[in-house]
């Protein structure tokens, strides 16, 4: 179990120090008062400016980053277990190309923040159904490989299509916009952006969670899994749909942030080893931490925001190498 | 072909005749010497500030817009403005294909205004010398306006007028300044410029974004730093704690009014979060364009209450009929300035 405590310490540390720190200066007493106060039903006895700040938009903020690392790691796991290849993210069928399509467009018809949103989780549930499509009408001896190939057209055909919005876009007022969002950001996080955040992660972490024993032999090649008497189809359907609920709620709230699917369930493997049941909470726990630290250097460090998906990659990038160095041993 | 082979010959000699002592040499802002032909009745513009500097200037002139205005810009353009074609963006990546059109349309000029650095000069120079066509770079920024109009004037032998628009532009702006200096620096308002989906894009210090708040000397909060757009955390935005909050997106300015994580700001407890008028430019914005004279003064009386009591209702009026060349009514003032019950 060291494993799964050294996960829970990373998350544990991270939300304490990013409840402490923050650009709005928040003594580390007002803190607790306020954290107390909210646990316990009592008023709270600080300054109301501090207490705003820790309930609208320092907290929001901490809950939606631990919710989207943990929900865009366990995606990530389970497309890792499910496609038999390490270097899987949970984006690989088109589930954040789709949403960055949806939230261009969005911007482009100067919707709401809301409907930006909405319309970049329906654009991830959509390009992963339309790649599901072309997977299941097309016969071939392999599936998944199929599956993952349609994935990639997909994807480059959606990368295309923000492309094309961009190039129509207003350069002074939507072109940024878009650029900013396609880098990813908490900075807007609110309170009513966790509602609709909740319902689709914890749904499908949820379903990841109570089938992760058997991603284990999902991870087997078909005819195993099919003599040890598994519904292979079914149960693919079921881990691709949960995943992609998870990924495309993450990215409508946050952006496109890379890296986390794929880092993550990697340092949770070398905690916990191989086998799913435990791989797949200590990736639950070390995502979400992986991320607040992230999101915490990125809301600190300066005045300005530093996208997520740049800080990310910055860490992402040498972890990448290293495991591309080293991928035959652990992996064969 | 052979529209392409006249207008290639149309350059050609413009630029034979631009070699004779009697064409108009003029210097560009970049310092280049533009060899203007004599008669100047056609003229492209490579991006939206040209065509919106050209458009109050001499709109007979514009060969066509980089995008062409929306339908409720063009209530407040003057008749025919919007008949003008789109012919698209020459400045930036990826329009070559674009000099065909160009010389199809036969200019007699190219006219780019904005940041004047190495690439658009040798951009410039590039478009200049394969399509055999006079191309000046003009400065963009807002203090050099007027200066940017003499210039016009110059390529466009219209040098009187040119000063005429220089003048008010000069006129304008020390009005303006002459009453902003008297102010103490305390008094000036600390004022956060938000932008984007949810608010919190802003323009750090000398970005083009927030030119004139600067100009008229109040203090960008996110000013410390120098540098373009970028976004920030509404915990910083409540850190700066503003007094004025000035933003250009209509559904921004009531969400912000009733936001709970907004409230605790100053500017919203106070009531000073405006929404900057848009029609049929940017008054504040962009295009980064002689568009923001008008939106000097909206933004001077926002800023500055108590020194710009008069309506500016009349001066508006004053400024659509010698820049954007209509007469608005009452009710169409007052739908811009957003001022009507």
Known sequence: MAGEFAALAVLVIALLIAFAVGRYPISPGDVVGVLAAKLTGRPPDVP??????ILHVRGPRVLAAVMIGAALAVAGTAFQGLFRNPLVSPDLLGASSGAALGAVLGIYFSLDVFAIQALAFLGGVLAVAAVYAIGSVVRARDPVLVLVLAGVVIGALLGAGVGLVKYLADPY??????????????????????????GPVALGTLILAALRWRINVLSLPDEEARALGLPVLPLRIAVIAAATLVTSASVATAGIIGWVGLVVPHIARTLVGPDFGRLVPAAALLGGGFLLVIDTIARTVSPVEIPLGILTAFVGTPFFIWLLAGVSKTWS | ????????????????????????????????????????????????????????????????????????????????????????????????????????????????????????VSLANQVQQQAGIPYALLNGRFDACAETYRKLGALTHREAQGEEFARYAERTIATIKSRIDRIPDAQRPRVYYGRGPSGLET????????????????HNVAGERKGGMATVSLEQVLAWNPEVIITIEPALAPSIKTDAAWAPIKAVQTGRVYLSPGLPFGWVDFPPSVNRLIGLWWLAKVLYPDQFPEDLRPIARDFFQRFYHISPTDTQIDTVLGTHA
């Open chain 1, 173 to 198: 007022n939507q072109l940024p916009a878009m650029t900013f969002w396609l880098l990813g950001s908490l900075a807007a996080s609110s309170p009513s952006d966790l509602i609709p955040l909740f």
């Open chain 2, 203 to 218: 323009g750090q210090g000398g970005s083009i974004n927030v030119e004139t708040i600067e100009f008229l000397g109040a």
């Open chain 1, 48 to 53: 109301a400016a501090a207490a705003d700040v």
């Open chain 2, 1 to 120: 072909m052979i529209v392409h082979r006249r207008a290639l010959l149309t350059g050609i000699s413009a630029t034979v005749f631009a070699r004779s002592a009697r064409a108009a040499e003029v210097t560009d802002d970049a310092s280049r010497i533009v060899a203007v032909p004599d008669k100047v009745e056609r003229i492209f513009v490579a991006g939206p500030p040209a065509a919106t500097l050209l458009y109050t200037f001499a709109p007979e002139l514009l060969l066509g817009w980089t995008r062409k205005p929306e339908p409720a810009q063009c209530e407040f353009l003057g008749s025919g403005a919007c008949d003008k074609p789109e012919v698209g963006r020459l400045t930036g990546r990826g329009n070559t294909t674009d000099l065909e059109t160009l010389l199809k349309l036969k200019p007699d000029l190219i006219l780019d205004v904005g940041t004047i650095n190495n690439t658009y």
